[in-house]
């Protein structure tokens, strides 16, 4: 697909880097067939391929409407056409740089400004535990509609003694703690059973995903660096890695090489510190998880999220983690498609979004799981809000010292 972008975007890093992705489409049409908006909307403009056409428009004429807006709001960023598209094209990567320009030629209207600001403020900000706390000490009083969306508490249990000789840096994200603060801690008594010291890092917040993907570029680079600036000491002391615990955290961060390859105080940093990147995953697959499963034959659905197995490109690793550490895994099908928590999509896009969540748990819950596990803070809260199984991160599984969680296959 040829581009001929406006002058205002020729010459510039976001409009070279949009032109090239841009030039890779071949108009096949591939993405279409795994896009969950198109083959829930049947519109070519809320498929992949028609954005990229949007996009294309916007950034040769400077020009579009609140239609072209729409339509790029309604994409979840899921990333799975990446996955079927034969040309290679980055189409998340379009995207990011799409959403401020077209919020710079359409700007949205008042009230949908103050949403985001507000999703951004809270989600982001000192605010978001205590409104949770209150929103689960009230739960009791609330509808049950409302009242399932609001997160169960899942308390932390017993820190890991960390002694092991192996020393890997952990993320705690930003809603994670308040939402799931047993994921972390799970996941640090998994690693010190097998030999891993989490080193605690103060300074290190929010990857940066939520303000990226809400166009806020310039606010998502600052988080980014701030994170830099937090792990670089420890990076130059010789970490074995940076673990993350939320899929979504770790395609971001794992990106931060080329999101900050134009600053020329971080590129370096920042490059080094998406190759130290790992999911929790790939630090595990290799070693030995034999007789880690909290109990054996328990039957497990795993949702593989897009940031997964679309972003990351990690696939299957988890599935055979919890096949060796002798759990059961059902089949699901349509395993590539979205949850549709997809970040703040579940708030700003909420018919579609509970449209690919009842699909999803269809497909999970079809075999009667005992517990469904992720391995995304979004899509574990996403679909406990509905599912009539336990929902659980999948490392939680391996906790050789769980929580007590009553009334719960987890328990």
Known sequence: MYASLSSSFQGTPEGLEAGAIIGKCVHCGFCTATCPTYQLLGDELDGPRGRIYLIKQAMESETCTDITRGHLDRCLTCRSCETTCPSGVAYGRLLEIARPV?????????????????????????????????????????????????????????????????????????????IAPVINAAAGRVLARLGFRVVPVSGAGCCGALDLHLGASGAALAAMRRNIDAWWPHVEAGIEAIVMTASGCGVTVREYGKLLENDPLYAAKAKRVSGLTQDISQLIEPLAVEGLGREVGLKVAFQ???????????????ENILKRAGLTLVPTRDGHLCCGAAGTYSFLEPVLSHQLLANKLENLERDQPDVIATANIGCLAHLESAAGSAVCHWIELLDPDPPRRPNSALG
């Open 304 to 318: 593989s999220p897009c940031t997964l197995q679309h972003g990351q490109k990690i696939t299957g690793i988890i």
């Open 102 to 178: 077209v919020e710079h030629l359409a700007p949205r209207p008042l009230a949908q400004r103050l949403q985001r600001w507000l999703l951004r403020r809270i989600l982001l900000g000192p605010w978001f535990a205590p409104l949770l706390a209150l929103g689960r000490a009230v739960r009791w009083a609330l509808p049950e509609s409302l009242a399932r969306q609001v997160p169960r508490k899942r308390p932390a249990g017993k820190p890991a003694v960390q002694t092991g000789p192996r020393a890997v840096l952990m993320l705690e994200g930003c809603v994670q703690p308040a």
